[in-house]
């Protein structure tokens, strides 16, 4: 795609090609024969490559299926965002990466998948013409210096359950284990890079990346925790994931309150929402994956159609500062539409997306700490005073402004479709019950 294809065709191939892997994994079982007539069709559990496996089961099929779906729909939406042909074959593979990250034995080379996939992204970031900006370049060293602590933390962990008395090696594996994945996640106060690029780089391009990195390295986390019985059920380590989690939801509503341009807003916003699933790996409960899976799979969407939306209003305002985008409601009503939708969504307002997987989060933080779910309460609060914000600046406009579309049709045809899905999945949740149902699986301990 990067060398034959053009602009126009890439998208659409790309948007293909995940959908129907996507289908694939959720209709045609692995390792199970399947007779079309004279043809046997039998996909291989696992395959070799340089000395390491890569095996997926049948019960990676619902998660395969969710992340190539909501692939596809980054991919459809290329062109309305106008991003270069290089975006749909550098996310393909970046999404390819990622998904052996969760395949290969052992496990740990994840940590590498990851790394590789993290290079692939400043591409995208950087137009050819430019220098690396310091967001890109804190975000490659972060990512850069979660490898080793990874790496060694995994080495130490087996030690620690040879040996579970060692205190010290306890100690030392578990802080380097918290390290890596701080650096991984953008913990705070090692997220700074993610406003930094949410004002520097492409918004589609940024929105994709903190859908994607953040995506895999959960499922990553959660497979460290159903592995190791140590981290699983040490209850020091526990409260240190909600510690971080409570101070990223309530540091990014707080910020995304304090902003006046709409770009660091959605970097904000991840940001709480990745501590909304810190709180949720850090519950002492049987539905640590079912939370933590109905957080991720409307982030999908959620950001699409947000970075989506500022793609669009870029154009017409570049610095997306309050003071360029005053009025563009009455130009722009569809983009401004769907970046409010999507702001509201992930406060966790009702009727969208992001409200049944709060409530449920809710409903299990409230059972555990008041405290906890008070200051979930509280960034959530700081998100919505940050939508009324952006929606007061949308619509103020002097003079006889008048109303029209300057939205192409594929601009609206693909916003509208997003924003029926926000309502959708906010309104008729049981919709992705038929993924989540099997998610649990994936785990041996974690949720059984």
Do not use: C
């Amino acid at each position: 795609m990067l060398l034959f294809l053009r602009e126009r065709i890439s998208p659409l191939i790309a948007g293909t090609v995940a959908s129907i892997l996507a289908l694939t994994a959720l209709i045609i079982p692995i390792d199970t024969a399947l007779l079309l007539g004279s043809i046997s069709l039998k996909i291989s559990p696992s395959i070799q490559f340089f000395g390491r496996s890569f095996s997926l089961s049948n019960a990676d099929g619902s998660l395969l299926a969710v992340i190539y779906g909501l692939a596809a729909l980054w991919f459809f939406g290329t062109e309305a965002s106008g991003s270069a042909n290089r975006f749909v074959s550098f996310g393909l593979m970046i999404v390819a990466l990622l998904t052996a990250s969760i395949a290969v034995e052992p496990f740990l080379f994840a940590a590498l998948l990851l790394e590789m996939a993290a290079m692939l992204v400043i591409p995208l970031l950087i137009p050819p013409t430019q220098k690396p900006s310091r967001g890109v370049v804190r975000f490659l060293i972060y990512q850069t210096l979660a490898m080793p602590f990874i790496l060694f933390s995994g080495w130490m962990l087996a030690g620690v359950e040879a040996s579970p008395g060692d205190i010290n090696t306890t100690v030392q594996a578990g802080t380097m284990l918290g390290l890596g994945f701080a650096f991984l996640l953008g913990v705070f106060p090692l997220y700074n890079w993610i406003p930094m690029i949410t004002e520097d780089s492409p918004p589609y391009v940024v929105g994709f990346l903190l859908w994607a990195l953040p995506t895999f390295i959960v499922v990553f986390a959660l497979g460290f925790l159903d592995r190791y019985t140590w981290v699983r059920t040490s209850p020091q380590l526990s409260g240190a994931i909600q510690l971080a989690g409570i101070f990223m939801v309530a540091s990014g509503g707080v910020f995304a309150a304090l902003q006046r341009h709409i770009g660091r807003m959605m970097g904000y916003a991840a940001i709480a929402e990745t501590g909304l699933l810190m709180l949720a790996m850090g519950m002492q409960s049987a539905e640590i994956v079912n939370v933590s899976f109905l957080l991720l799979i409307p982030r999908g969407l959620e950001l699409a159609v947000w970075a989506l939306a500022l793609s669009i209003i870029k154009r017409k305002a570049p610095t997306l500062q309050f003071n360029e985008v005053q009025g563009l409601a009455r130009s722009y009503p569809v983009a401004t539409t769907a970046i409010i939708l999507s702001h509201l969504s992930m406060t966790g307002f009702p009727l969208l997306a992001g409200f049944p997987p709060r409530l449920a989060l809710w409903q299990e933080l409230a059972g555990q700490s008041l405290p906890t779910s008070f200051w979930v309460f509280f960034g959530m609060l700081g998100l919505l005073f940050a939508a009324t914000r952006t929606l007061a600046v949308f619509v103020m406009a002097g003079g006889n402004n008048v109303w029209k579309l300057s939205e192409s049709w594929v601009q609206m045809t693909m916003l509208g479709l997003g924003m029926i899905g926000l309502f959708i999945l906010g309104m008729f949740p049981q919709v992705l019950q038929p993924f989540l149902i099997n998610l649990p699986a994936l785990f041996n301990h974690l949720g059984q």
